[in-house]
């Protein structure tokens, strides 16, 4: 008998079972518990330092035009048209879903939690824990109370566990609508869900584009390559995005990396086949999760640029505390 969804139940559909979601044209993101051992036993992990300096700003309270500031992995500040969105937030010490253990962040976060601004609205695109902190939202829920927009699914795990949360949840392809006539568009991405042992795949997985007057921005969450075929029919359904925020980070060992996280040149790809006009390299240097070296993604960014004769100043590495003002 299959085991029940306990966050979402609805109708089968391209990339949904009826009890587990899944990436249709895509290779099999689950890994089976030899693979996890072959991985953590077998390959070469490398040693990153417990702390690096970081700088922290303290951003405006709002912004007329588009203004992308990077806390730190997936969580950014994005400022437009008068809008204050988070992205992914995570302010807690460790990715992880106990305090004693799991990843611990090496660098500070970008913003003083008591330095955001009035906060309006956060994209939250999947239930990891580096990238939903429970803690984290009911700090921002008991502090600016904003729209949480995600995918399927993760609406019942922040309902359950931040009471009175305002939560939108929607599915691949649908729109939610946000203050000042900006809209969010939910979009496919190559990934997969998980909070425990038993609920694999039963939350959905996505990215972001947001309509702004000030602009159209991507968050892609994390996602892999796959054939490029997602990216680029955003870009024919929705739009050329102004910037894209592109995961660089966590791709260590591909064998078992490359269906659910992309890799510098795998971004690259992306910010061609969506035409941004700019992009923005994150999730790195802040959690280790992988086998590569901490600054191994700026250096393989460069040399992807340089391969497709990109000038690098279109698709800077943001570390923690850097601010980018769109034109």
Do not use: C
Not at 3 to 23: I, K, L, Q
Not at 29 to 43: A, H, M, N, P
Not at 111 to 137: G, R
Not at 281 to 309: C, K, M, N, Y
Request: overall charge negative.
């Amino acid at each position: 008998m299959a085991r029940a969804n306990p966050y979402y139940s609805g109708p089968v559909s391209d990339h949904f079972d009826g009890t587990r979601f899944f990436n249709p044209d895509h290779p099999n993101t689950d890994r089976s518990l030899s693979d996890v051992l072959k991985w953590r036993f077998g390959e070469i992990h490398a040693s990153w330092p417990k702390a690096v300096p970081g700088r922290q700003v303290k951003p405006d309270a709002r912004v007329a035009g588009l203004r992308v500031t990077m806390v730190g992995h997936a969580t950014l500040l994005i400022q437009a048209a008068g809008l204050n969105i988070l992205t992914d937030p995570v302010w807690s010490d460790r990715a992880s879903p106990i305090r004693f253990a799991g990843p611990r962040r090496v660098t500070p976060p970008g913003i003083a939690f008591t330095d955001l601004p009035p906060i309006d609205a956060v994209l939250l695109s999947h239930n990891h824990y580096d990238h939903l902190d429970v803690t984290t939202l009911r700090r921002l829920h008991a502090a600016h109370r904003p729209l949480i927009v995600t995918p399927l699914g993760n609406d019942a795990i922040v309902e359950r566990t931040v009471p009175g949360a305002r939560v939108a949840a929607g599915d691949w392809g649908s729109t939610v609508a946000l203050e000042q006539d900006a809209q969010v568009h939910v979009v496919p991405a190559h990934h997969w869900s998980a909070r425990g042992i038993g609920d694999r795949r039963m939350a959905l997985w996505g990215g972001f584009m947001l309509r702004t007057a000030a602009g159209l921005i991507y968050f892609a969450g994390d996602t892999g390559y796959g054939d490029g075929a997602i990216f680029r029919r955003m870009r024919e359904e929705i739009g050329v995005p102004d910037v894209a925020l592109l995961p660089i980070g966590a791709y260590a060992p591909r064998w078992f990396m490359a269906a659910q996280h992309t890799d510098p040149y795998d971004a690259v790809r992306m910010m061609i086949d969506l035409d941004a006009g700019q992009a923005i390299g994150i999730h790195w240097g802040d959690f280790r999760l992988t086998d590569e070296e901490r600054e191994e993604p700026v250096a393989l960014l460069r040399s992807a640029l340089h391969d497709q004769g990109i000038d690098p100043g279109r698709f800077p590495a943001a570390a923690a505390g850097d601010v980018f003002d769109i034109a």
